[in-house]
């Protein structure tokens, strides 16, 4: 059970990781050695398998998933190119950011962060706008929990002729993604978040020709996807030296991942941590930002209570010493905060941190109406 030395995280991530996977990390890993080749071999192959296989290759890249991201973006969108990004909230902002600092020319679509992304509005700016090369989309944006319809912007991307980028950072491993049906260039992830591993690895999957004719574009060395891909085809190894712990736990991960169903077996899992967390906080009183249609079930955005003795330091303080620590961090416009559903958690402990909030309120003497 949870406990003030070592809370449960019910944040976007990190996550609460199994002990399996965190003993993973025990070992030490010579980068060279043919058993830690092989080792990251079957993990990059085991991602691919993960949106279909058939096509398409997976690159690994040092760093949280930033930094998978920012690699994408300048590998792919070249000086010439022209890119889009729809944005409702600060990690469409963040690609948008990203992709000025390479000095590529930028359009955005901006949708309010309650709002998915505008299918026809996308539509229309790319039949106007002849220049747009590529799309840039959050699957599903944690800055609200939203749920971005990324078949049919992809759909809508495809149509045009234009190459779409996934930031799938919140959603790989748990919403559905299959390379064979929903037409994207490449998707950058992350090993922690719905994946379960631990912080310090992202990767991108993409389709193999495309990633061969971006050869050149990177701004940066260390960021430059084809030739980390060259190098690990011709050697099995990184350019520079690789988060071997991390891949290891992410390998143990992995394999969880593949005992509890796969994709579908680790959404349903979330669904029922969703379900009890809004439940059990709208019981209490609290209000969610997303109406249900939009929410994903992967981290739920609520809104301050409008009760003036409401401080927010003080209940997070409160769920702390009770063994859960939510984001404490804001990102929406709207006054809110966020709990996450993933990470190594079940309906046990998702009833516990519901069970937590209530007697964090009875601490401070609050009783929210539950009238709305």
Request: aromatic share 6%; net charge neutral; proline share 7%.
């Amino acid at each position: 059970m949870p406990c003030a030395d070592e809370p449960l995280l019910l944040t976007p991530g990190p996550l609460t990781t199994a002990r399996r996977v965190k003993e993973r990390m025990l070992r030490d890993w010579g980068s060279r050695d043919e058993a830690f080749v092989r080792l990251n071999r079957e993990v990059l192959d085991r991602l691919t398998a993960l949106v279909g296989g058939s096509g398409m290759v997976t690159v690994p890249m040092q760093g949280s998933g930033s930094f998978a991201v920012e690699a994408m973006l300048g590998s792919f969108v070249p000086p010439s190119g022209r890119l889009l990004v729809c944005v409702n909230g600060a990690y469409g902002q963040r690609m948008a950011e990203m992709a000025r600092r390479h000095g590529r020319q930028v359009a955005v679509l901006v949708q309010p962060e309650d709002q998915p992304t505008d299918v026809a509005a996308l539509d229309r700016m790319l039949e106007t706008d002849p220049a747009i090369s590529h799309v840039a989309v959050v699957h599903c944006e944690t800055t609200s929990g939203i749920l971005n319809p990324l078949p049919d912007v992809a759909a809508t991307a495809a149509r045009h002729r234009r190459s779409l980028l996934v930031d799938a950072m919140s959603a790989f491993g748990a919403l559905p993604l299959d390379a064979g049906t929903v037409p994207f260039t490449a998707v950058a992830a992350s090993a922690n978040k719905c994946l379960e591993g631990v912080p310090g690895l992202g990767f991108v999957i993409a389709r193999r020709e495309a990633l061969a004719a971006c050869t050149g574009h990177a701004p940066a060395l260390c960021l430059d996807l084809p030739a980390q891909h060259l190098a690990m085809e011709q050697t099995g190894q990184w350019r520079f030296t690789p988060p071997t712990h991390v891949i290891a736990a992410l390998h143990q991960a992995l394999l969880d991942h593949e005992a509890e169903g796969g994709q579908p077996g680790r959404l349903r899992r979330y669904r029922e941590n969703c379900r009890i967390l809004v439940d059990g906080m709208r019981a209490l009183g609290f209000q969610t930002l997303l109406p249900d249609a939009l929410q994903a079930p992967i981290i739920v955005t609520f809104r301050l209570p409008a009760d003036p003795a409401f401080d927010f330091g003080r209940f997070y303080d409160a769920l702390r010493r009770r063994g859960f620590a939510i984001y404490p961090g804001k990102l929406t416009a709207a006054p809110s905060f966020r709990i996450g559903c993933i990470g190594a958690l079940g309906p046990t402990e998702m009833r516990a941190a519901v069970q937590a909030v209530a007697d964090a309120l009875d601490e401070l003497g609050l009783r929210l109406s539950t009238a709305a």
